[in-house]
């Protein structure tokens, strides 16, 4: 068993001047209990926690660690970045690379705007929506998670389309009131919602591949339907690429499956590990955004040199496609693995690429958040302790998804396993 008293500590301190003693909600352990591990440093595909146990990371900081802990080509550029200076609000030079970067992966887009987090990316999105629209409804999707915002932090009611109610205590009933939720996969629910209030509904946001409630992989044709609703009703059409973006290949899931959406939000990958986001459209939407249009946002650290130079670094290394390439494998490796050692009946793993969700089930894939069995979640939880002692780092709920990384090997996928079909 592995030894946290270092750990412990730490968070008994952190409790006592932090709510929950926590940044953010799910690293308090509070799905899976016990402690929280303290990590002190990563390299490749290990981390470290403050007590010295070396784990294979399968979190990979929610994403963002496509490369694997502190690549070198990463963290050169980020202290070069950093010796000209943390910050300087102004224009600069890694703006304009990060925006060809970027761009580069979506043909279709021709501007592109940076900010912080994908909470913030989203926010913008939606509020560019409505000025250019003048529309005041935005429709989201039940299982699609668009980071804090408090007209997205919503969830159904009964009915097929319902009004959003508010999910948080704080979120006004008025911003929750301008949120339609319509069922995922439900493409008659989306007809629906068309014919009661096509006329008001600014946007529709989702996932194009949903991944914060599992990895919900949805029907052929089912985005494809939703582009041409949101055609026919002068909505615009809202991917939200936090997590796919860059994750399959060099670009975003939407051309993978051939939909153009109008506006695309970008997290994770295009920070290379640090705080960058993006919104990127076409020239006629994004110049509505302030200095050229009425559409204001604007923020201190918004393309942050030394972040922005993190972003450079990782899409240079993602631009030829062999990393992409590497991850398949890898992917397509595991699934053998699981396979071979006779895991099917009580495990499965859902994959697209890179992204893999381990779900302790013999039933079919859910598609749908409410699908997803309460009893495989529970085993997930009840494992999760085991799994850290045999060095195996997962994210600590069962609801959330792991990533591949190209610092992974087929070692690493062996000691996966071997934690997974554990006792």
């Not at 890694?94 to 279709?108: K, Y």
């Not at 996969?185 to 914060?212: C, K, M, Q, T, Y």
């Not at 006629?284 to 942050?304: C, I, S």
């Amino acid at each position: 068993m592995s030894m946290i008293f270092r750990s412990a500590e730490l968070f008994q301190r952190a409790r006592a001047h932090m709510p929950g003693g926590v940044s953010s909600p799910v690293r308090a352990f509070g799905k899976v209990g016990g402690t929280p591990r303290y990590f002190s440093r990563g390299e490749g595909a290990w981390a470290w926690d403050e007590d010295g146990n070396r784990y294979v990371d399968f979190c990979m900081a929610w994403g963002p660690l496509i490369l694997g802990h502190a690549h070198p080509a990463v963290v050169e550029a980020v202290i070069r970045a950093a010796k000209d200076g943390l910050a300087f609000g102004t224009a600069h030079r890694h703006e304009v690379a990060l925006a060809e970067a970027v761009l580069e992966g979506f043909l279709w887009a021709e501007r592109v705007r940076f900010v912080v987090s994908g909470t913030e990316a989203v926010q913008t999105a939606v509020r560019l929506a409505r000025g250019v629209t003048g529309r005041p409804l935005v429709l989201k999707f039940s299982g699609c998670y668009h980071g804090h915002v408090d007209s997205l932090l919503v969830r159904a009611g009964s009915g097929v389309v319902t009004q959003g109610l508010a999910d948080s205590a704080g979120v006004a009933p008025g911003a929750a009131a301008d949120t339609l939720v319509v069922p995922l996969g439900d493409l008659s629910a989306v007809e629906e919602a068309f014919r009661l209030h096509g006329d008001r509904i600014a946007a529709a946001i989702l996932e194009p591949l949903p991944a914060n409630n599992g990895l919900l992989r949805q029907p052929p044709g089912y985005l494809q339907g939703i582009r041409a609703l949101t055609r026919a009703h002068g909505t615009l059409l809202i991917f939200d690429e936090v997590i796919s973006g860059f994750r399959l290949h060099y670009g975003g899931y939407g051309a993978l499956v051939g939909v153009e959406p109008d506006l695309v939000t970008l997290g994770k990958i295009v920070g290379g590990g640090l705080p960058v986001a993006a919104l990127l459209g076409k020239a006629a939407l994004m110049d509505q955004l302030a200095p050229l249009g009425p559409v204001y946002q604007a923020g201190t650290m918004a393309g942050n040199p030394v972040a922005l130079s993190a972003g450079i670094a990782t899409l240079a290394q993602l631009r030829d496609g062999s990393v992409h390439a590497r991850l398949e494998a890898l992917g397509a490796a595991l699934e053998a693995r699981v396979a071979e050692n006779g895991l099917g009946s009580r495990l499965k793993i859902v994959r697209e690429g890179s992204i893999v969700w381990p779900i302790l089930t013999d039933g079919p894939a859910p598609t749908t958040a409410e699908s997803v069995p309460a009893d495989a979640l529970a085993r997930y939880h009840a494992a999760y302790a085991g799994w850290l002692d045999r060095g195996v780092y997962l994210p600590p709920s069962a609801w959330e998804v792991s990533f591949l990384s190209a610092a992974h090997a087929e070692s690493h996928l062996d000691q996966l396993v071997a934690a997974l079909g554990g006792p």
